[in-house]
C-alpha cells in the first residue's frame, strides 16, 4: 500500500510537471503543535495515550500552475515533530517531509490538499537519564530477530489554507495527521502515529 502510494503521489508530480503553464518556487518555515498518539492493548482494551509539544518547519516549495485557479505544490521541509509525554519522558522526532498539494486560488487565497510523506532522520526517546534511539535495532522477543522500535517512513494526508500577497508573501496554516502505523514492534508501543498543526510564512521567488 505504502508503495502504491508513493507512486500515485510522484505520477501526479509528473503529469503536473507535464501539464504546468507556469512553475516558480519558494521557501517557507514555521511552528506548530505536534501530537503522538499510542494506542496499546491491554486486558482485552486499547488503552490511548497522547504526547504533545511544540515543533517547528524549515524547507522549500514549488508552485505549478495547471490552470489559472489551480496548481499542484510539493515542499520539502525539514521537520520537528517532538513531544512531551510525560514530565520524564519525551520523544525526539526529526523527519522530511514531502507533503503534496492541490490547491484552488482565488483573489490571493488559496485551499488545498493532498499526500505527506515522511522519512525519518532521528528518533530518540528520553527519559531523563540517557536516550534511547528508536532506529536502532535490536532483538525482539524470545528469537534472535532485530528490530527497530519505529519504522522511518510514515504516509500521511495533509490539509492547507492561506493567502499570497501581491508582493509573492505567503502566509498559510495546515493540518498534517500521520495515517501509518510507526510502531515496528506493537507489542511495546503499540499503534503510533503523528499529526501537526501549524502555521507558515514564506516568500515565492520569481513570479
Same mark, same amino acid.
Given at each position: 500500500?505504502?508503495?502504491? #502510494?508513493?507512486?500515485?503521489?510522484? @505520477?501526479?508530480?509528473?503529469?503536473?510537471?507535464?501539464?504546468?503553464q507556469k512553475a516558480s518556487f519558494g521557501i517557507k518555515a514555521g511552528a506548530q503543535q505536534n501530537t503522538i498518539s499510542m494506542?496499546?492493548?491491554?486486558?482485552?482494551?486499547?488503552?490511548? +495515550?497522547?504526547?504533545?509539544?511544540?515543533?517547528?518547519?524549515?524547507?522549500?516549495l514549488a508552485d505549478i500552475s495547471l490552470t489559472k485557479n489551480i496548481s499542484v505544490q510539493p515542499a520539502l521541509l525539514f521537520?520537528?515533530?517532538?513531544?512531551? @509525554?510525560?514530565?520524564?519522558?519525551? #520523544?525526539? @522526532? +526529526?523527519? @522530511?517531509?514531502?507533503?503534496?498539494?492541490?490547491?484552488? $486560488?482565488?483573489?490571493? #487565497?488559496?485551499?488545498?490538499?493532498?499526500?505527506?510523506?515522511?522519512?525519518?532522520?532521528?528518533?530518540?526517546?528520553?527519559?531523563?537519564?540517557?536516550?534511547?534511539?528508536? +532506529? $536502532?535495532?535490536?532483538p525482539v522477543g524470545e528469537g534472535d530477530e532485530e528490530k527497530t522500535i519505529l519504522k522511518r517512513f510514515e504516509v500521511g494526508?495533509?490539509?492547507?489554507?492561506?493567502?499570497? #500577497?501581491?508582493?509573492?508573501?505567503?502566509?498559510?496554516?495546515?493540518?498534517?495527521?500521520?495515517?501509518?502505523?510507526?510502531?515496528?514492534?506493537?507489542?511495546?508501543?503499540?499503534?503510533?502515529?503523528?499529526?501537526?498543526?501549524?502555521?507558515?510564512?514564506? +516568500?515565492?521567488?520569481?513570479?
Amino acid at each position: 500500500m505504502k508503495k502504491t #502510494f508513493v507512486l500515485m503521489t510522484a @505520477l501526479a508530480i509528473s503529469c503536473a510537471t507535464v501539464k504546468a503553464q507556469k512553475a516558480s518556487f519558494g521557501i517557507k518555515a514555521g511552528a506548530q503543535q505536534n501530537t503522538i498518539s499510542m494506542k496499546q492493548e491491554g486486558d482485552g482494551e486499547w488503552n490511548r +495515550y497522547l504526547s504533545s509539544g511544540a515543533g517547528f518547519h524549515v524547507g522549500g516549495l514549488a508552485d505549478i500552475s495547471l490552470t489559472k485557479n489551480i496548481s499542484v505544490q510539493p515542499a520539502l521541509l525539514f521537520n520537528s515533530k517532538s513531544a512531551l @509525554l510525560n514530565s520524564e519522558v519525551s #520523544f525526539k @522526532l +526529526y523527519a @522530511l517531509d514531502v507533503p503534496v498539494n492541490f490547491l484552488y $486560488k482565488t483573489g490571493g #487565497f488559496f485551499l488545498g490538499l493532498g499526500p505527506n510523506l515522511s522519512y525519518g532522520l532521528s528518533a530518540k526517546i528520553a527519559t531523563g537519564e540517557n536516550d534511547q534511539d528508536l +532506529y $536502532k535495532k535490536q532483538p525482539v522477543g524470545e528469537g534472535d530477530e532485530e528490530k527497530t522500535i519505529l519504522k522511518r517512513f510514515e504516509v500521511g494526508a495533509n490539509v492547507t489554507m492561506g493567502y499570497q #500577497f501581491k508582493n509573492n508573501l505567503l502566509i498559510s496554516t495546515n493540518y498534517t495527521q500521520g495515517l501509518s502505523n510507526l510502531s515496528n514492534i506493537e507489542g511495546e508501543l503499540g499503534k503510533m502515529r503523528t499529526r501537526q498543526i501549524g502555521i507558515s510564512v514564506g +516568500y515565492m521567488l520569481g513570479k
